[in-house]
């Protein structure tokens, strides 16, 4: 299987310390989700240094878990950023060497919280969260072209995006693949599915 220029990237950050060289910093945003955090857990096990970015570091409900992870306070820092604000990751980017990007702006339906309200705040904000998740995208991209020391940004985007409601998408071609794209004229733009989508072609591009 030939090596894509991405693996060729990350290949390179996970030498650093069979080369003897010092473990990376990496950051890892959403790190108080479900695929941020095991993104912290790995990192950590590989013996890097992770910056694990969360909205707010003092709400033990989201954060707990990983205060108690036993590298906290040592090669483990919580930091806390709002990815819809322009340059909130600009200090936390500086001297790492790559980045971690599964934070989503759609996900508000996390442990804890009342679903009913959650969904009808989500119903609200649909038409906006498609200019919203663009803009955070964005944002992400300067704070890493601020930092020199970033060799590489990786994005967990999702089956999704991928995907559409419409049966007709199967019916034409049952296989579902990377040449696939959802239809905003059956979901919406504001849809998880096209917003996943089109972050994952923004990001793809991004210079």
Known sequence: MATTPHRRRLAV???HTAAGEPPPIVAVTGAAGYVGSWIVKICLERGWTVRACVRSV??????GFLKEMPQFGSTLELCAADMSVRGAYDEIFAG?????????VMMTFAPGRDVEE???????ER????????????YIVESINACPSVRCLVY???IAAMMDASAEFYESDPVVDESRH??????????????KDRTEIFFAEAD
């Open 156 to 158: 967990t985007s999702s």
């Open 118 to 124: 959650a969904a009808e705040k989500l119903a609200g």
């Open 58 to 63: 003092d709400d033990e409900r989201k954060v």
């Open 127 to 138: 038409e906006e969260i498609d200019r919203i998740a663009m803009e955070s995208s964005g």
């Open 182 to 195: 959802p239809g905003t004229e059956t979901l919406g733009a504001g849809a998880y599915n096209c917003v």
């Open 96 to 104: 790492c060497s790559a980045v971690f990007h599964p934070a989503e």
């Open 13 to 15: 950050l996970a030498a």
